[in-house]
């Protein structure tokens, strides 16, 4: 998971709070709140490649460097995948990502019990190591079926 250094973390909140200019302002797009599960006119205000703030359409005077029109678009958070197995999809975890990052899955967990089973440690290596440096965060499980039988 990436993380955010001090100095970057000061410089978000100020830009939350409307001290610091905005790289990118995307007013009056339809929000998907997921957590209320209403649909509304937002603002989403961007600072580096973090979102810094997200309100009510024209609640907020976003000062921003650039400005995109919303209107008629929308904005939801990435889709979790909280259970699978790539090993099945018969791809590595780089094809996956290419594979599913366009739909909106922003994250994946992954249980590598298959390729476990047929490569031991070697194939959960492989799946771990596979899925480092990916435009997807990928989180591999430790499988609870691993071996799959006794003995």
Excluded: Q
Excluded at 37 to 65: M, N, Q, S, T
Excluded at 132 to 139: A, D, S, T, V
């Amino acid at each position: 998971m990436r993380s955010i250094e001090s100095t970057n973390r000061t410089e978000l909140i100020e830009a939350a709070r409307g001290d610091r200019v905005l790289d990118l302002a995307i007013t009056n797009v339809n929000l998907v709140n997921v957590f209320t599960c209403e649909i509304y006119p937002a603002d989403i205000g961007i600072y580096g490649d973090r979102i810094a703030v997200v309100g009510e359409a024209g609640r907020y005077k976003l000062d921003a460097r650039h400005t995109l029109d919303g209107a008629g678009k929308w904005a939801c958070p990435g889709f979790v995948d909280t259970h699978l197995h790539i090993e099945s999809t018969m791809v590595t975890p780089a094809n996956y990502a290419a594979a599913v990052l366009p739909f909106g899955a922003t994250t994946s967990i992954v249980d590598p019990h298959e390729i476990g089973n047929v490569l031991g440690m070697e194939g959960i290596r492989f799946m771990v190591e596979g899925s480092e440096g990916l435009p997807l965060r990928i989180y591999v499980a430790v499988s609870s079926c691993v071996p799959a039988v006794p003995g």
